[in-house]
C-alpha cells in the first residue's frame, strides 16, 4: 500500500514563504511524475506545479517565478517552496504522484491527503 502525506502547510503573512512536502511511502517501485494542486473553497482542484522523472518542470501561470517544484528521489520526496504567498494563494494543497508498486505493475495515480495554507493580509 502507498501513501503520500503532505506536510508544512499554515499561516503565513502576504509576502511570506511556506516550504511543502510530500513523502511517498509503502511499496514503491518507481515515481514517475509528481506535481502540487490546490483547491480553494468553492472552486476546482487546480495544477499548482509538476515535476518529471527527467526534473523538467511545468507551472501554472499564477505561480510561476513565485513557487519552485523540487524532487528528491532518495526519500521519495516533492516539494514545493512558495515565496511572495498573496491573498489568492490560500487553498488545500494536494500532492499527486504517478507510481508503479512493482515492476510489473501498471502505473497508478495516488494523492495525499492535502495540507491548509493561510495568507493573512
Known amino acids: 500500500q502507498v501513501h503520500l502525506v503532505e506536510s508544512g502547510g499554515g499561516l503565513v503573512q502576504a509576502g511570506g514563504s511556506l516550504r511543502l512536502s510530500c513523502a511517498a511511502s509503502g511499496s514503491i517501485f518507481s515515481i514517475n511524475n509528481m506535481g502540487w494542486y490546490r483547491q480553494a473553497p468553492g472552486k476546482q482542484r487546480d495544477l499548482v506545479a509538476i515535476?518529471?522523472?527527467?526534473?523538467?518542470?511545468n507551472y501554472a501561470d499564477s505561480v510561476k517565478g513565485r513557487f519552485t517544484i523540487s524532487r528528491d528521489n532518495a526519500k521519495n520526496t516533492v516539494y514545493l517552496q512558495m515565496n511572495s504567498l498573496n491573498v489568492d494563494d490560500p487553498a488545500v494543497y494536494y500532492c499527486?504522484?504517478?507510481?508503479?508498486?512493482?515492476?510489473?505493475?501498471?502505473?497508478?495515480?495516488?494523492w495525499g491527503q492535502g495540507t491548509q495554507v493561510t495568507v493573512s493580509s
Open positions: 499527486k504522484g504517478f507510481l508503479r508498486t512493482t515492476r510489473l505493475d501498471f502505473e497508478r495515480v495516488y
Open positions: 515535476i518529471r522523472s527527467d526534473n523538467s518542470t
